[in-house]
Nanobody
Framework: QVQLVESGGGLVQAGGSLRLSCAASGSIFRINVMGWYRQAPGKQRELVAV???????NYADSVKGRFTISRDNAKNTVYLQMNSLKPEDTAVYYCNLRMLASYDYWGQGTQVTVSS
């Protein structure tokens, strides 16, 4: 079994920063993709950023230049540094781990609230 434990959400003023962390444990393949998705009230879950075990990254256009995803493969941990936060970034942020085509795991979610 694989477990993902997120931390780092909270309340911040617009223009501020937060750093999210997600630690994965269990049977994890060396080659994988970890990432962050978010879901705002009344909206569908959307991709924020993903990073492969080789370090390749992909970002949603709405966060490019403001958010940075990184990972520590030795710790099976992925991070999301969020700068210049905007009220529209308010959402529940979910960590995701994907291995091969069939193994897809989600964290419990962490709330990020950005006040104007």
């Amino acid at each position: 079994q694989v477990q993902l434990v997120e931390s780092g959400g909270g309340l911040v003023q617009a223009g501020g920063s937060l750093r999210l962390s997600c630690a994965a444990s269990g049977s994890i393949f060396r080659i994988n993709v970890m990432g962050w998705y978010r879901q705002a009230p009344g909206k569908q879950r959307e991709l924020v950023a993903v990073i492969t075990s080789g370090g390749s990254t992909n970002y949603a256009d709405s966060v490019k230049g403001r958010f940075t995803i990184s990972r520590d493969n030795a710790k099976n941990t992925v991070y999301l540094q969020m700068n210049s936060l905007k009220p529209e970034d308010t959402a529940v942020y979910y960590c995701n781990l994907r291995m091969l085509a069939s193994y897809d795991y989600w964290g419990q979610g962490t709330q990020v609230t950005v006040s104007s």
